[in-house]
Nanobody
Framework: QVQLYESGGGLVQAGGSLRLSCAAS????????MGWFRQVPGKEREFVAT????????YYADSVKGRFTISRDDAMNTVYLQMNMMKPEDTAVYYC??????WGLGPHPPAKYEYWGQGTQVTVSS
């Protein structure tokens, strides 16, 4: 089992940058594939980005491709989401998630992930 703790959210102007971090408990972090998701009130949680066990494979939602970068540091048990050129439509609660399985190079359904953090609010002002 793994516990996840997101940080780094906040308020940023359009065009700005933020870096989210997700720290994981436990000693088996490298055995998990990691994902970032986001949700706005009244809408379903949506996929943002994912990274495989070794970091060799990544995949992004079309809406963030070229602007966001997911990475992981297994020595620190942490996964990151670097968000650049941010837009007001990026405003959401961002969640990190973990699962032992890799769900391929495509948008990952949130239901596939077993472990979730509590979320961190990101607000982009226009």
């Amino acid at each position: 089992q793994v516990q996840l703790y997101e940080s780094g959210g906040g308020l940023v102007q359009a065009g700005g940058s933020l870096r989210l971090s997700c720290a994981a408990s436990g000693r088996t972090f490298s055995s998990y594939c990691m994902g970032w998701f986001r949700q706005v009130p009244g809408k379903e949680r949506e996929f943002v980005a994912t990274i495989s066990w070794t970091g060799r494979n990544t995949y992004y939602a079309d809406s963030v491709k070229g602007r966001f970068t997911i990475s992981r540091d297994d020595a620190m048990n942490t996964v990151y989401l670097q968000m650049n050129m941010m837009k007001p439509e990026d405003t959401a609660v961002y969640y990190c998630a973990a699962d032992h399985a890799w769900w391929g190079l495509g948008p990952h359904p949130p239901a596939k992930y077993e472990y979730w953090g509590q979320g961190t609010q990101v607000t982009v002002s226009s």
